[in-house]
């Protein structure tokens, strides 16, 4: 078993210790995931853009006042949601800024016009509704949570996100990304995970690394991500995503994390993560994207047929017939998955009555989307080729 102290030396391990490790990284993700690497198909539902945090390297966030910044109208949430399906997503995620109403009136104000008390409340009915309304599955990034918020997500979501980022205090204070950002405190952010296990949903967390954080920051997060699902078994997933400097904000001038740092920090999340928690990091935040299988990942995340991610407009989505034709390449085959991971699908403690039978009603025997969305088509190239 590997110790703290053994994942810190890996900072430090030079070509040859970080192939052998990479390796290591590789039979995990083959033991417990096989030849299968998935994505979701998807459509991004900004519902608002306030945010009463101001994260340094954030453009995804937006002042009242200012062109585009507000709430989606539910007319608005349901077009994209019936889109998105008729595309053959399966999952409608919900991301948003924190608790704008906290912090501004215009937002109480914009909220007071849509019939709703908080944005948290908004966000519930329409996650109701999409998956009323549609076949789409909501999993829903709220920011931080109580546990009565967690419970009422519960019943109209297969999942819930929440990034851990960093555990480091340091990261808060001043001159740091976090500075002046309540909901990035890192206890406020543990808490949530911990609220997440004990009401029993399927969580989604990970790391931003490039950030300011040194790599034992790094080491102690994914730690605490791993302990959190010893205790709980509820974290289907660990994202470790990459900076990307964006003009205009406080760090758009800071160095961005390189392909090495990402294998070397992937590599880490695979040796140190339980090696059930699936792997992702996300394929439109580097050009070579398809490295990161190197050092055991086993999941792309959401990729969307529709909406642009919206946290990192810049980087549009490679076409999913791309990703599965590299994901080829390296011998693995590309597979569409639902919202929620297949362990859970039969783990009744974790799904509310309507998400279940949504859950069930689009899964093939083995938990995976039992409508498969172009894969098909890009094994039988990649055969003829
Ligand atoms: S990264 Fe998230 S929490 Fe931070 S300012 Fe942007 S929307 Fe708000």
Same mark, same amino acid.
């Given at each position: 078993? &590997? ?24 039979? =995990? ?24 945090d101001?994260c ?23 077009a ?6 008729? &595309? ?7 991301? +948003?800024?924190?608790?704008?109403? +906290?912090?501004?009136?215009?937002a ?14 908004? !966000? ?5 509704? !999409?998956?009323?309304e549609?076949? +789409?599955?909501?999993h ?10 967690v ?8 999942? !819930? ?49 490039? =950030?300011g ?36 904000? +406080?760090m ?13 920090? &992937? ?9 059930? =928690?699936?792997?992702?990091?996300p ?54 998955r639902l919202t929620?991971?297949p ?25 995976l ?17």
């Open positions: 078993m &590997l110790l703290r102290s053994d994942f810190l030396d890996m900072e430090h391990a030079d070509a040859a210790g970080m192939a052998r490790l990479m390796a290591v990284a590789r039979d =995990i993700r083959s033991r417990a995931w096989g030849d299968i690497v998935t994505y979701s198909r998807k459509v991004f539902i900004p519902l608002t853009n306030l945010c009463r101001q340094g390297y954030c453009t995804f966030a937006k002042q009242p006042g200012t062109p585009g910044a507000g709430y989606l109208t539910p007319e608005q949430v349901m994209i949601a019936h889109e998105g399906q008729r &595309l053959g997503c399966k999952e409608a995620l919900f991301s +948003l800024g924190e608790k704008p109403e +906290l912090r501004y009136p215009e109480r104000a914009m909220l007071d016009r849509l019939g709703y008390a908080s944005t948290m409340d908004y !966000v519930i009915a329409m996650s109701e509704r !999409v998956l009323r549609t076949t +789409l599955i909501p829903v990034n709220a920011g931080t949570l109580n546990l009565n918020e419970r009422q997500l519960k019943a109209v979501s297969g999942s !819930v996100g929440l990034m851990l980022e960093n555990i480091s205090r340091r990261l808060v204070g001043r001159g740091m990304p976090h500075y002046a950002c309540p909901d990035k405190v890192p206890v406020q952010r543990l808490r949530t995970l911990h609220m997440a296990g004990v009401e029993k949903i399927a969580t989604t967390t990970g790391i931003l690394i490039g =950030i954080e040194t790599w034992a920051e790094r080491v102690d997060s994914l730690l605490a991500i791993a302990e959190t699902h010893r205790e709980y078994g509820h974290i289907q997933e660990v994202i470790v995503q990459n900076f990307r400097a964006k003009p205009g904000t +406080l758009a001038s800071w160095q961005e994390p390189g392909m090495d740092d990402m294998l070397r920090t &992937l590599t880490l999340a695979r040796l140190l993560l339980p090696a059930d =928690i699936s792997l992702q990091a394929p439109n935040l580097a050009d070579a994207f398809e490295r990161y299988l190197d050092a055991g990942i086993n999941d792309w995340g959401g990729i969307s047929p529709l909406t642009a991610d919206h946290i990192n407009p810049e980087r549009a989505w490679p076409a999913i017939n791309e990703v599965a034709r590299r994901t080829a390449r390296q011998g693995l085959q590309l597979q569409e929620t991971y362990r859970y699908l039969n783990a009744p403690e974790f799904l509310d009555p309507a998400p279940h039978a949504a859950l069930q009603a689009q899964a093939r025997a083995d938990g989307a039992a409508q498969q969305y172009l894969a098909a088509t890009v094994i039988n190239e990649e055969c003829t080729a």
